[in-house]
């Protein structure tokens, strides 16, 4: 093996990717080290290299307040070979396929030690504070970050470390629910895909996917949405008031920007919970009064944690979970995947194969 790697990084905001040669890392203590063969490509890879996010009211959240240094490889959601272990590492074997939970955190505080790395306060996460899986290697602090694939197909698996716990989490926000209450999503990208495939796991009958696109729609209605609204027109509200039988009380937004939260605001039924999960950002204005008197409980999702992260793949490895579509690219290819699924284009999940 060769002592050095390759790298995709972001080496400037808003620039493309940069192929970089760095040395291979020594695994120490209980650090393991991992050949990536497969890496997805999130939304969020595209907000981190943009370098900032939209805060609302035309004020910008920078990427670099949160601490994020370059160059950096992004990439969080992965899967890899064991090649290196550190002396204290006993549970994992060299030549292993492993999925990858990506949301690193100190390690000692509170809410790491009850398995919530991904709510730490000093973040130190693969692909954003540390080379993620558009590096040809990676290192994890420890073992307890993997599970192994199995017989899982790989491409497939390695989204869980974001898209497949995001879902989950949000998910379990909203259930238990009656089987036939509907339960509204926003965006029939791969975080749609993949939180119909949750439902349906859970036994969910009533899955209402909307998007701006009707090929996305398409893929959600193959992934076993109960009803698809095309809500890119002006008869939104009505269109999806029409699909749910009425004002709905679970709503899942894996957009969140100013115009699907001023959506969501119209539709929602006394008691509702409204989930918001993406990070497209803007702003709305509400009455604090009227959601007093609606009842209204708001959610924000960060990702998942590490039992969400266990809890998915046992439900894949049980097959419970039906696979989201992925669609598969070389791994050398990854400014094109990126720019890719920046135009929209991408259906379901990118995932660069190595």
Excluded at 338 to 343: C, I, Q, S, V
Aim: overall charge neutral; charged content about 15%; glycine content about 12%.
């Amino acid at each position: 093996m060769s002592d050095f790697m390759d790298i995709w990084a972001l080496t400037q905001w808003n620039e493309p990717l940069q192929k970089l040669r760095q040395p291979i890392p020594t695994p120490t203590a209980s650090e393991v080290l991992l050949r990536v063969t497969h890496a997805g490509v999130c939304h969020s890879d595209l907000h981190t290299a943009e370098g900032f996010y939209d805060a609302g009211g035309g004020k910008r959240f920078y990427v670099k307040d949160r601490g994020i240094q370059l160059p950096v490889a992004l990439g969080h959601e992965i899967l890899g070979e064991v090649t290196g272990l550190g002396p204290d590492v006993i549970s994992i074997s060299i030549g292993s396929r492993q999925i990858v939970y990506p949301w690193l955190g100190c390690g000692s505080c509170t809410r790491c030690m009850q398995g919530e790395d991904n709510l730490c306060g000093a973040q130190r996460g693969l692909g954003t504070f540390r080379h993620g899986g558009f590096a040809e290697y990676i290192m994890v602090p420890h073992p307890k970050y993997l599970v192994d694939l199995g017989s899982l197909d790989p491409a497939v698996a390695c989204t869980f470390g974001c898209s497949g716990i995001t879902t989950l989490s949000a998910v379990s926000k909203v259930l238990p629910l009656p089987p036939d209450e509907p339960v509204l999503l926003i965006g029939a990208g791969g975080l749609g895909l993949a939180a119909i495939a949750a439902l349906k796991a859970f036994g969910h009958k009533s899955i209402i996917a909307t998007d701006i696109t009707d090929e996305k729609l398409n893929a959600a209605a193959a992934a076993g949405a109960t009803k698809t609204v095309n809500i890119s027109g002006p008869s939104a509200t009505k269109d999806i008031l029409a699909a749910t039988n009425g004002p709905v009380i679970a709503v899942i937004d894996f957009v969140n920007s100013s115009t699907t939260a001023s959506l969501v605001n119209g539709l929602i039924a006394k008691g509702a919970k409204w989930v918001q999960v993406g990070v497209m950002g803007g702003s709305v204005e509400f009455s604090l009064v009227a959601n007093i008197f609606k009842g209204l409980t708001i959610f924000s999702n960060i990702t998942g944690n590490l039992e969400h992260f266990r809890q998915v793949i046992q439900m894949a490895k049980e097959g419970k979970l039906s696979p989201v579509l992925v669609q598969k690219m070389d791994w050398n290819l990854a400014n094109d995947a990126m720019d890719l699924l920046k135009a929209g284009k991408a259906l379901g999940r990118i995932v660069l194969v190595k």
